[in-house]
Nanobody, 120 residues
Framework: VQLQASGGGLVQAGESLRLSCAAS????????MGWYRQAPGKQRELVAA???????DYADSVKGRFTIARDNAKNTVYLQMNSLKPEDTAVYSC???????????????WGQGTQVTVSS
């Protein structure tokens, strides 16, 4: 199983970015998918999560600015980030609770991080 994240970059405050994370490799189904971030010197925090039926949850700091969505047919989760602030600067990582076809490799998987930098 692999999770491949993309979409990070350098933007100015107030601009937008869209992150994508695609899962592949023997997947039967995916339960929760989420995005986390870790800024230098800080602990990793949950940014947003989405269940298979579309129920979402957001960190208070991003509510109203970020939107998480998923395409179950593509095993992909997205994070649309609008009105970005310098304090959103961090490495963003995706994860997913995956049920594999053979079951033995089911578990929580992580993608590689993607850097988001917001300049003031």
């Amino acid at each position: 199983v692999q999770l491949q994240a993309s979409g990070g970059g350098l933007v100015q405050a107030g601009e937008s970015l869209r992150l994508s994370c695609a899962a592949s490799g023997g997947i039967f189904s995916i339960n929760a998918m989420g995005w986390y971030r870790q800024a230098p010197g800080k602990q990793r925090e949950l940014v947003a999560a989405i269940l298979s039926r579309g129920i979402t949850d957001y960190a208070d700091s991003v509510k109203g600015r970020f939107t998480i969505a998923r395409d179950n047919a593509k095993n992909t989760v997205y994070l649309q980030m609008n009105s970005l602030k310098p304090e959103d600067t961090a490495v963003y990582s995706c994860n997913a609770d995956i049920i594999t076809r053979e079951g033995t490799r089911s578990g929580t998987y992580w993608g590689q991080g993607t850097q988001v930098t917001v300049s003031s």
